[in-house]
């Protein structure tokens, strides 16, 4: 059983970047599909990126071309760089696992293990 820590979280401007980490243990995050998620205050939770063991990403069409993901393997952690923030990326931002799909990495449903959390905070 992996657990997930997020960090990086903060209040920046528009047009400012933050890198997020996902700190997991108890298990290898490289056996693991990775995926991050955000929720808006009065929205529902969406699937912002996922990596896919063996290290390709897919990134939701709202953040393709400005957020990242790579994985430091020894430091066991998952990042999020995030580039060009807009203030529709102001969310709490959820790092989550699993195995392996069975349908899509978009839905929560697929993840049995979830972080508590990091906000981030876009002003314009």
């Known amino acids: 059983q992996v657990q997930l820590v997020e960090s990086g979280g903060a209040s920046v401007q528009a047009g400012g970047s933050l890198r997020l980490s996902c700190a997991a243990s108890?298990?290898?995050?490289?056996?693991?599909?990775m995926a991050w998620f955000r929720q808006a205050p009065g929205k529902e939770r969406e699937g912002v990126a996922v990596m896919q063991r063996g290290g390709s990403a897919t990134y939701a069409d709202s953040v393709k071309g400005r957020f990242t993901l790579s994985q430091d393997n020894a430091k066991n952690t998952l990042y999020l760089q995030m580039n060009s923030l807009t203030p529709e990326d102001t969310a709490t931002y959820y790092c989550a696992s699993t195995r392996g799909l069975r349908w899509s990495w978009l839905q929560e449903s697929e993840y049995n293990y979830w972080g508590q959390g990091t906000q981030v905070t876009v002003s314009s």
């Open positions: 108890g298990d290898t995050l490289s056996t693991y599909w």
